[in-house]
């Protein structure tokens, strides 16, 4: 094993059904996992539902069920959805379960007795859409923004973390490793946000007014702050066989969770209890419909993946969202591009090599593989085997950009088509004397066929598989950079085509 490798996402809160937003945070880190795998590392990868907090308890109350029994089949929905998409998770995180609470009461009472927390009694602000106290600093142009939704004044004594001793150590952490915060533009925003003192964090909810959460372990009349609760998974869910696995390599998050979430809370929490923080806070961008954020709080911008998956397959959703969003950056969903890549980069372009070259080995070879060791190889061939897409493959996953490892590949799916155009085996099948010729071209095409499988596993794992079940190759996963080309094909008997990515006449489900 090349080491190991552990990768977190956001864990979604259970108050509504996923939308595509959820969907790509999840499918993005199974693709970095997955990669991970095929360069034989021992990946520890979470992802799951954060299901405390006021915003659940509400829901449960306005369905007429116990918050619990609520959180229970959302997050059923949500697995399911995992399921459906391949995301293939070592865990899939519950806040609810007992050990997280256990870890998150031990966590508060360390800090607790390191007077880290403190008692005080609070009159100002609060804003319950956000769970949070403001201040008048969060007004803008004189008024609460649409953010904190309904904003009451009230007084009670709270439980409070102290953030501002901590701040210059994260300004420190933040200066010496300009890679923690990836891409580059939001390490600049969150500096930004630590230029001014830090105000303490209230992390108790009275249960008067919040019964949904974990109970304090020093004062059992109140709960923990969702967030205090939520980012602890990270920690709680950190290993395998029992062993900690500390710190992550790569977290995943969207752009509204950094600041101050993961940028503030978070490592300054890990540094009053003298834990290292994660390599890297990878932060990607919003998805939107004709413009609007997807949210569940914007009925009419809401994308449900799952008519997708049912209808297109997983893959097709994996691919899309994956090529779509240059990682970072938001990005628009529409139907109609949803159906370009489908029908264009899936079903004309890869779905077209598969079929055409594994139905030609049939029509003019048996279904077996020819064996052209030791034939003369012409430029144009010897293209076809450069390890040139891999070598892209490879360093645009290294710099976070799937979109660009995702172009690499289909740019070799492109020199593929064009090899067989320009090489034309359907006429010199016709030729007895081109035989040796028609020899070369169908074993490269087999072998190209296999390459793809590899590459494009990470982020299409269904559809590798499907090739190598056409190919008659043994299942996947495979080392990525096991010699693509090492062992030759020769001899092999292939299967019958099935069309990887059919042709729907259809409009896409209505958005
Ligand atoms: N529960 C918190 C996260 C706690 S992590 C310790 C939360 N949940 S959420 O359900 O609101 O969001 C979960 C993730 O989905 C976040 O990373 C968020 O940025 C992401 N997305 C929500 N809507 C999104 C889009 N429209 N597009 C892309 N991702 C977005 O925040």
Known sequence: MAGSYFLTTAIDYVNSAPHLGHAYEKVLADFFARHEKSIDRDVLFLTGVDEHGQKVQQSALA?????????DEMSAHFQRLHHGLGVASSHFVRTTAETHKAIVRDWLQRLHDKGEIFFQEHEGF?????????TEKDKVDGAWPEIFGEVIETKEPNYYFRLEPYRQRLLKHIEENPEWIVPAFRRKELLGALAEPLADLCISRPKSRLAWGIPLPFDENYVTYVWFDALVNYFSFASVKGQLVWPPDLQIIGKDILIPAHGVYWPIMLFALELELPRHLLVHGFWTNSGAKISKSNAKSLIDPVPYVEKFGPDALRYFVLREMVLGQ???FSDERFETRYNGDLGKKLGNLVQRTISMVHSYRAGVVPNYDGFHLTEVDAALRSDVVAEQYKRAVA?????LALQAIWEFVAQAN??????????LAKDPTQAKRLDVILGLLVETLRRL????????????EKIRVQLQLSPGPVRLDESLFGTSLRGHAIGKPEPLFPRLEEKPPAS
């Not at 499988?453 to 590798?464: D, K, W, Y």
């Open 399 to 403: 710099e976070f950009a799937p979109h």
């Open 63 to 71: 369905k007429g069920v116990e918050p619990q029994t609520f959180a």
């Open 330 to 332: 938001d990005a628009d």
């Open 126 to 134: 609060y804003s319950v859409r956000q769970e949070q106290f403001v």
């Open 453 to 464: 499988s590899v590459l494009i596993q990470a982020a299409l794992p269904f559809t590798a």
């Open 418 to 427: 064009l090899y067989v155009e320009e090489t034309a085996p359907f006429k």
